[in-house]
């Protein structure tokens, strides 16, 4: 048996991450479950898969989460510190799925236990960039990317130099609004921007995924996952889905990465690896699909990705100040106080305001979220 933690396990990836254990009886012994807020569902996931222990982030909930485990067996706690030490317990495997910078600690309390890290949560990544790449290298931690992109990239750079790469190309769906014109994308509604054509997903990264910041964010990702140069590092439109990213070497051959649009594919690539494990996804048919299409990224309606690409060769922390004013927009156009085209206008103006020095650790890169994250609800509120 492997021991498996799951960081967000109420969440779309967490949810997938779980249907595939759940195919593998045996195989996995289950020892930490966390989630935000929902104690029922947490309480209800622990008990099916024998957890040791189950952690809701939001205190408040934890009576509600002691009740529904109560005679279990199955430890439960509640609150930030205790989601950092069901992390540091470790496992063989550690699933991080929370959304958001909110799981950097955890994720990097699992990293410093040096077992497998299967990364979702990219805005970590994107936050604490350096700082957790350090860790990985000094804890002896292996982070193997659950992102689609980067996970078909991870899979398209095994057995290669990375020396001989010549372009690193994420693909976008472009998301719900890829054909959208500006006025329309003005008045663009929260529950159009969740709703994507391809993906089923949470809500804060199905608007990314409208606003292009997931493509950002993810660029940004990549940038700390393979370290091939960003003037490597390009994007293309592909509304299909289909190719997951691509890698183009020296010689003039590319190889590429193909699946259904389903986050299980590349979750049990991880799960299993550096073997292959079966997942329930529909074969791949291709002569159903017919056409695959690409096109360039519009980076006039759609300014995301020029604002992560220009955070990223800035370093530093201006990653993470994007990443916070993004969450905080994102959640101001959900709560409908913001028009979605102001998601990326806010994001620019936190970026001109404030530019604090590197992070060095951990402690610091919390430190520019918060601020930052004060900084754009302070921009929220004021300018609406
Ligand atoms: P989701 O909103 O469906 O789930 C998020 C999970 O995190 C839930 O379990 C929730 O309870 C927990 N959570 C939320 N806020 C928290 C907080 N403050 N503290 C502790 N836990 C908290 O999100 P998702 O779509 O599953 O995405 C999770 C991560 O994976 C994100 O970083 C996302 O960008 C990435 N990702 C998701 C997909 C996908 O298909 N859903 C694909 C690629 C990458
Ligand atoms: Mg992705």
Redesign the pocket.
């Known amino acids: 048996m492997r021991t498996l933690s799951l960081?967000?396990?109420?969440?779309?990836?967490?949810?997938?991450t779980l249907d595939l254990v759940r195919r593998q009886p045996g195989t996995w012994g289950v020892r930490a479950l966390?989630?935000?807020?929902?104690a029922a569902e947490l309480a209800r996931l622990a008990r099916e898969f024998s957890a040791e222990v189950a952690v809701i982030?939001?205190e408040t909930r934890l009576p509600e989460l002691r009740a529904a485990l109560s005679g279990s067996g199955i430890a439960a706690a509640g609150g930030?510190a205790a989601?950092v030490e069901a992390a540091a317990r470790g496992a063989d495997l550690t699933v991080a799925?929370?959304?958001?910078c909110?799981?950097l600690a955890?994720t990097m309390a699992a990293i410093e236990q040096g077992g497998i890290i299967a990364l979702?949560?990219?805005?970590?990544l994107v936050s604490a960039g350096e700082v957790m790449i350090a860790a990985v290298a000094t804890h002896g931690a292996t982070l193997l990317p659950?992102?689609?992109e980067h996970n078909a990239i991870f899979q398209c750079l095994a057995g290669n130099d990375p020396a001989h790469v010549r372009w690193i190309t994420l693909t976008a769906s472009g998301g719900p609004f890829r054909d959208w014109p500006w006025e329309r994308l003005c008045a663009a509604t929260p529950a159009e921007a969740v709703r994507h054509p391809n993906?089923?997903?949470?809500?804060?990264?199905?608007v990314?995924s409208a606003t292009m910041f997931?493509k950002g964010?993810e660029l940004i990702e990549a940038h700390h996952l393979f370290p091939v140069g960003l003037d490597r590092l390009r994007i293309i439109v592909h509304p299909q889905s289909i190719v997951h990213s691509m890698v183009e070497y020296r010689d003039g051959s590319t190889l590429a990465q193909l699946g259904p649009s389903d986050?299980r594919v590349p979750i049990a690539s991880a799960l299993a690896w550096p073997r292959r494990m079966d997942t329930p996804c529909e074969p791949l048919d291709l002569a159903a699909i017919g056409e695959l299409t690409f096109r360039k990224p519009d980076e006039e309606r759609f300014p995301a990705t020029r604002l992560a690409r220009e955070a990223a060769q800035a370093g530093g922390a201006v990653p993470a100040v994007l990443n916070a004013a993004n969450e905080v927009a994102v959640a101001a156009f959900l709560d409908g106080q913001i028009p979605f085209t102001r998601i990326a206008a806010h994001v620019e103006n936190v970026l001109n305001a404030y530019a604090p020095p590197p992070p060095a650790c951990l402690t610091d890169v919390l430190a520019v979220d918060s601020e930052a994250r004060a900084r754009a609800l302070q921009l929220t509120l004021s300018v609406g």
């Open positions: 960081l967000g396990a109420t969440g779309s990836v967490g949810a997938s966390t989630a935000h807020s929902n982030a939001d930030a989601l799925a929370i959304v958001g909110a799981g955890p979702a949560n990219k805005e970590a659950i992102d689609s993906w089923d997903m949470g809500a804060k990264i199905s990314d997931n964010l986050m």
